[in-house]
């Protein structure tokens, strides 16, 4: 009996002592899991943030045919950090429709944007799915309206309702309408969207509007509804409207034009979201700017002579 008790109490510290051993090696093998989480999620987080993150810098895009229209344009969209958010979480579309899907097509030069060790790449294949939706090569683009065909084929080819949704509030302008009789003082309100502010550069005189602060005033001045363009008032049938914004932006990019109406040069000036510098993205060639040099793309550039902002992108202040 004591030789067996004995024996019974041996086991029991050996089972004990193994036991011990393996609560060890589960919270080493627990830590080091721990460990690999992080690091994946480190890299998760430093691919979803955008081309400005490589170590290399900003990545250009070679010109591939008159593109340098598309290749500004694909840039304000692929350096916004809350643009890529979204682009990472579409449904990968079946094979036979990969080659004609927009947004597939974006994530594929963004990848490459971001793993290769180039200082430019080519978005040939992007190019090749647009020329399915009529954005041909060798074709003088206007940006903005490249801009809006772009969005609208994005929106178009996005499966999901919820990532349909942030793409609609990441990019549309909200703008409330006030409308308030002349008669009766009547006041309501109306709110609309849009993507683009088209802004005048002449008032009615015929005027050069000198800077950006006086076309937004121009825009939002109050305007009196006259003739045809009355709005029906339930009391009297006429009203006059007030435009008014809520929120304060700040510019995140600049497509800046070259040249003449049917023949010119388009580069993109980008604020980093990460890095929080300003770079020139003209075709392959990519360069750090100052905040100078962006504000004097009005003919005077110390880049290039002879550019014109053309196309203003503006972020909401804060935006999460």
Request: with cysteine; net charge positive; aromatic share 10%.
């Amino acid at each position: 009996m004591g030789q067996r008790s004995g024996h019974q109490e041996r086991s029991k510290k050996l089972e004990m002592t193994q036991s011990e051993t393996m609560k060890t090696k589960a919270v080493v093998q627990n830590n080091e899991e721990a460990s690999e989480e992080l690091n994946s999620k480190k890299q998760r987080l430093t691919s979803v943030f955008g081309v400005a993150d490589l170590k290399n810098g900003a990545i250009g895009l070679y010109n591939v045919g008159l593109s340098c229209c598309l290749n500004s344009v694909l840039q304000v969209f692929l350096m916004n950090i809350y643009f890529t958010r979204i682009l990472r979480r579409i449904t990968v579309p079946p094979c036979a429709a990969r080659k004609r899907n927009v947004l597939y097509q974006m994530l594929l030069l963004l990848e490459k944007m971001q793993c290769g060790k180039q200082k430019a790449v080519s978005p040939v294949d992007l190019a090749a799915c647009l020329s399915a939706y009529r954005v041909k090569l060798f074709v003088t683009h206007d940006a903005a309206q490249l801009f809006l065909t772009l969005w609208n084929l994005m929106k178009m080819q996005m499966e999901k309702p919820e990532l349909v949704k942030e793409l609609t509030d990441l990019y549309t302008i909200c703008i409330q309408e006030h409308l308030a009789c002349q008669k009766c003082s009547l006041e309501t309100k109306r709110n609309s969207s849009m993507l683009i502010l088209p802004l005048p550069i002449l008032y009615s005189k015929s005027h050069m509007l000198k800077t950006l602060e006086d076309c937004l005033q121009h825009f939002f001045h109050p305007e009196e509804l006259a003739d045809h363009n009355m709005c029906f008032c339930e009391q009297c049938g006429k009203r006059t409207p007030f435009l008014q914004a809520d929120w304060q932006y700040e510019l995140f990019a600049v497509v800046a034009h070259s040249g003449s109406t049917s023949f010119g040069h388009y580069c993109a000036y980008i604020r980093s979201l990460t890095e929080f510098k300003w770079y020139c993205f003209n075709d392959s060639h990519v360069c750090q700017v100052s905040w100078d040099d962006v504000k004097t793309t009005y003919g005077h550039s110390s880049l290039h002579l002879g550019e014109t902002a053309y196309l203003l992108i503006y972020m909401k202040k804060h935006l999460e």
